[in-house]
């Protein structure tokens, strides 16, 4: 008997042994080190840019297009150049109207020499009046002359800044009409550009019934406390003003309170159910465009 005693001893201290030293073991885990930072989502969603400052840039000259510079999508800068035109006319004009210039300034200078010449000459009694009368018209056709040519010149510097089309503020290209090599008239349009500035994207976005039928309840429900809470301002006012004039008391319980405000609270849900529960089976657009 004491021998089976025994073993069950041994075989209980060996089943001891072998639990404690199970217990001391490591189990091997991996760490890692936590960090605070922010999850970012997105959507991948088809609009239209909507902004009150949107400008069709046209062609202010007759041309061929020789570079576009910009492309529909790209943000562009106030005074970015979108589009370079055929501007090799307007610098040959420009060169001849510096030419003029030069030239009309001579005629001036020539034509001042001149009348300076007859007038001392006139003074001496050496030429007629009628000679320095011409001189003095000759001086003044210059001077006029003179004037046309400057007049010109600006022109032309205008005419070769028109073959840079750019745009007139900061914002982004949304539509290209052209492309390089097409040759344009004055008028045709070659961009739209929309301003960075109060820019809006319109699109729609996929929402379930259960969402847009809780959407015009809430809608509802808030009406309905807006109205409930200005029908009993204007019922307690109602109240004090009868109280006044007829001497008798005249101020709702709390009771009448609340309960004029629940029942205003669910006529509105109830009235508003019907409408909700059809605008959700609807199509987005379709429930946008029905009365």
Do not use: C, H
Not at 210 to 224: P, Y
Request: no cysteine; proline share 2%; aromatic share 4%.
């Amino acid at each position: 008997m004491w021998k089976v005693v025994l073993g069950l001893v041994l075989v209980g201290v060996a089943a001891g042994t072998y639990w404690l030293q199970m217990g001391d073991s490591a189990t091997s885990v991996d760490t890692a080190t936590v960090k605070r930072g922010s999850i970012e989502s997105s959507l991948q969603l088809t609009g239209k840019v909507i902004n009150d400052r949107t400008v069709t840039l046209t062609a202010l000259l007759d041309g061929e297009i020789m570079a576009i510079r910009a492309r529909e999508g790209d943000v562009v800068k106030a005074g970015t150049v979108l589009a370079e035109l055929d501007s090799r006319q307007a610098r040959a004009l420009l060169d001849k109207a510096n030419a003029e210039l030069v030239l009309q300034q001579q005629s001036v200078d020539a034509a001042s020499r001149n009348y300076e010449r007859t007038k001392l000459l006139y003074r001496v009694e050496n030429t007629s009046e009628q000679a320095l009368d011409d001189s003095l018209d000759s001086k003044l056709a210059a001077e006029a002359s003179l004037q046309a040519a400057r007049a010109t010149l600006t022109l032309n510097k205008l005419r070769l800044d028109n073959a840079l089309i750019r745009s007139p503020f900061d914002g982004t290209v949304i539509q290209q009409s052209a492309e390089t090599g097409q040759w344009l008239e004055a008028g045709q349009p070659l961009f739209e550009v929309v301003a960075t500035e109060g820019i809006v994207i319109e699109t729609l976005v996929s929402a379930t019934e259960r969402d847009i039928l809780l959407q015009f309840l809430l809608e509802a429900g808030l009406i309905s406390v807006t109205g409930g809470v200005l029908g009993l301002l204007i019922g307690g006012l109602a109240s004090v003003a009868l109280a006044l004039a007829t001497g008798f008391p005249l101020m709702p319980s709390a009771v009448s309170i609340v309960g004029a405000l629940v029942v205003s609270i669910v006529v509105g849900i109830l009235s508003g159910y019907l409408p909700a529960r059809r605008a959700a089976k609807m199509k987005p657009v379709d429930a946008l465009n029905t009365q």
